[in-house]
């Protein structure tokens, strides 16, 4: 830019400019067109006596040639002055859709001398700058991400020869130890297995974070995988009577890493377990929807509040307000699961009602993603989540949406399917309109997660009723 700054003078000039366009529009066309007219009636009235018609005929067919080549010059005229404005607004437009792809390259060059170039060259400073932020943060991701994985790295190998020492004692190698002393290192042992385990999350956090998760991509019979996972947790499930119940459909033979599969499979299964009731029951199933295959692990435990579902996958996040901390955990199994299935580009989520029970879907694409992309894991989503269900409820109720939106949260009804049946209940009162609803509803479960929805519409949309079929149409 030149230096100058906005201001009333330059507002009013940008405001003069389009009157004088308007006002040379005026004078340069429709006036001469009307003086042409005017001296034609004049010539035919004032000696009409003195015309022939072929000198009528003439001055008609002049005053028409002169009218089309006016109309086509201010027609040419016009057009390439729209052309070159629109030009610009379209490159305009296009950087900033390069913007929002992420793509800093971006530099305009638009030389209209005139608001337009200000306008292209205050972009171009915007862009520079966004250019050294996104450059800034990625060097912070990455300065943080190695300090991640060299500090994990560190730690264990000071906690393989600790373990040991710790062996040897427990198995009596440096002398008789006391009951006090058994149950000291033990305690101890104890802690130091856990430790072992959290530096071992961090370290998969770390992979998942800089790409480097490792796959092993081979031919996979996946429910022969299900089946050998439930068989293995049957035991954890037998110490609470609980039971385990298998439903699986035809699947077919995929190149997976069934060893992922089984992670992500056995830590939901193993919090179930954790979170149920004595002699109640836990439901695995896995069926084949439009190009993948859709898991399940429905529990009938204590279930999540709203606020508990939007935060479940951030690391370190414990369930409040229930007895179940007694179990030992990192905090980090959930956080590695969304990072495991992303990974793959699969989807993670819960479907929850408190004393109701939860129910984790995954979903596995049946072809495997190769080209591993980071994930962001050690991040909080809950902030970033509410604001974008306040600004969708803005754009579709206007004002009034942001009074809705936080009733809602008053109430703990912020999750996906308290908004569906929320949404649903606009339609049937005909405050929305359904394609209006079936929208809401897709931008709802894009801010969930669920990037790639569709809502189908049924008879009994309308009936507040939770429904697999009806919610989720993969594609």
């Given at each position: 830019m030149d230096g100058k700054k906005f201001n009333l003078k330059n507002l009013f000039l940008s405001k003069l400019s389009r009157k004088i366009t308007i006002l040379f529009l005026i004078v340069g066309i429709i006036v001469p067109l009307f003086a042409v007219y005017y001296f034609y009636i004049i010539i035919i009235n004032v000696a009409p006596e003195t015309l022939t018609s072929e000198t009528v005929m003439l001055l008609r067919n002049s005053v028409i040639l002169i009218v089309i080549i006016v109309t086509i010059n201010a027609g040419v005229i016009g057009f390439l002055f729209s052309k070159s404005i629109i030009k610009s607004l379209k490159k305009l437009y296009n950087a900033t859709k390069e913007i929002e792809k992420g793509n800093f390259d971006v530099h305009l060059e638009i030389f209209t001398r005139d608001e337009i170039q200000e306008l292209a060259d205050a972009f171009n400073q915007t862009v520079s700058t966004l250019a050294k932020i996104h450059e800034e943060g990625k060097e912070i991701d990455y300065?943080?991400?190695?300090?991640?994985?060299?500090?994990?790295?560190?730690?264990?190998?000071?906690?393989?020869?600790?373990?040991?020492?710790?062996?040897?004692?427990?198995?009596?190698?440096?002398?008789?130890?006391?009951?006090?002393?058994?149950?000291?290192?033990?305690?101890?042992?104890?802690?130091?297995?856990?430790?072992?385990?959290?530096?071992?999350?961090?370290?998969?956090?770390?992979?998942?974070?800089?790409?480097?998760?490792?796959?092993?991509?081979?031919?996979?019979?996946i429910a022969k995988v299900i089946k050998e996972i439930v068989q293995f947790m049957d035991g954890f499930a037998k110490e609470k009577n609980i039971k385990l119940e298998l439903n699986i459909e035809k699947l077919p033979m995929i190149i997976a890493d069934p060893d992922r599969v089984s992670q992500v499979l056995r830590n939901l299964i193993n919090n179930a377990i954790k979170f149920s009731n004595e002699r109640s029951k836990?439901?695995?199933?896995?069926?084949?929807?439009?190009?993948?295959?859709?898991?399940?692990?429905?529990?009938y435990g204590c279930g999540l509040t709203p606020d508990d579902q939007i935060r479940i996958f951030e690391p370190f996040y414990q369930v409040e307000g229930t007895n179940h901390?007694?179990?030992?955990?990192?905090?980090?199994?959930?956080?590695?699961?969304?990072?495991?299935?992303?990974?793959?580009?699969?989807?993670?989520?819960?479907?929850?009602?408190?004393?109701?029970?939860?129910?984790?879907?995954?979903?596995?694409?049946?072809?495997?993603?190769?080209?591993?992309?980071?994930?962001?894991?050690?991040?909080?989503?809950?902030?970033?989540?509410?604001?974008?269900?306040?600004?969708?409820?803005?754009?579709?109720?206007?004002?009034?949406?942001?009074?809705?939106f936080k009733e809602l949260k008053g109430k703990n009804l912020i999750t996906k399917d308290d908004l569906f049946q929320y949404i649903d209940f606009l339609i049937k009162n005909y405050i929305l309109s359904q394609d209006q609803g079936l929208n809401f509803k897709n931008k709802i479960g894009k801010i969930f997660g669920d990037e790639n929805l569709q809502y189908l519409k049924k008879k009994n949309e309308f009936k507040g009723i939770v429904h697999e079929d009806y919610y989720l149409k993969k594609i």
């Open positions: 300065a943080k991400n190695e300090f991640l994985s060299i500090t994990s790295h560190e730690l264990r190998n000071t906690m393989t020869p600790m373990k040991a020492q710790l062996q040897m004692l427990e198995e009596n190698y440096f002398g008789k130890l006391s009951n006090k002393q058994k149950e000291s290192i033990m305690i101890i042992t104890r802690n130091a297995d856990r430790l072992d385990k959290i530096i071992a999350d961090f370290l998969e956090v770390s992979r998942i974070e800089t790409a480097r998760l490792k796959f092993n991509f081979r031919e996979t019979d836990i439901e695995i199933s896995a069926k084949l929807k439009n190009n993948q295959i859709l898991f399940s692990v429905k529990d901390h007694r179990h030992d955990g990192t905090g980090l199994g959930l956080a590695i699961c969304r990072g495991i299935v992303e990974s793959q580009k699969g989807k993670i989520w819960v479907e929850s009602k408190p004393e109701a029970g939860s129910k984790f879907y995954f979903t596995l694409p049946l072809c495997p993603v190769r080209e591993i992309e980071p994930i962001k894991v050690l991040f909080s989503q809950k902030g970033v989540i509410e604001k974008k269900i306040r600004e969708e409820f803005q754009t579709y109720l206007g004002p009034l949406g942001i009074g809705e």
